[in-house]
């Protein structure tokens, strides 16, 4: 029997379970990310490139982004200006080194929403990807 159009799927998880993608390319600080966002509710995709990841943007459902600008530098500018100029909306937090500030300016400036401040407190962390991943 065809479901009607207005019939919720039963698997109401995949709804209200939010996806994040993690753009980093360091296998030992994916897992870390990984394990953290899995056990605060998130469903974890992780991209090694930016052109992998803006390929993934177009195709699946992501609630937010956590971008390292350390490992992607100009690609992850670019890849912001991408997200914007093909209105991909998808809320960005960009990671960075402390001392490289301008940086995460240029990012916020590109369409970051928010910033993390390396080394990144995991309550800082917690609380600004709640705010805007879920």
């Not at 993608?21 to 930016?50: R, V």
């Not at 971008?67 to 100009?74: C, G, P, R, V, Y």
């Not at 940086?103 to 705010?131: E, F, H, W």
Request: charged residues 25%.
């Amino acid at each position: 029997m065809a479901k009607k159009p207005y019939q919720l799927d039963n698997d109401i998880s995949k709804i209200m379970t939010p996806t994040l993608m993690l753009l980093h390319d360091h296998q030992a600080t994916i897992k870390p990310f990984q394990s953290l966002f899995e056990k605060l509710g998130f469903e974890m995709i992780i991209e090694t490139s930016c052109a992998h990841g803006l390929e993934r943007m177009k195709t699946s459902q992501i609630n937010g982004l956590l971008l390292d600008l350390d490992t992607f530098k100009m690609d992850g500018l670019n890849l912001l200006t991408d997200m914007r100029e093909q209105c991909i909306q998808v809320p960005t937090i960009v990671m960075g080194w402390k001392g490289k500030e301008q940086l995460l300016i240029t990012a916020l400036t590109k369409g970051a929403q928010d910033y993390l401040l390396k080394p990144i407190s995991s309550n800082v962390m917690y609380d600004k990807c709640l705010r805007l991943f879920k």
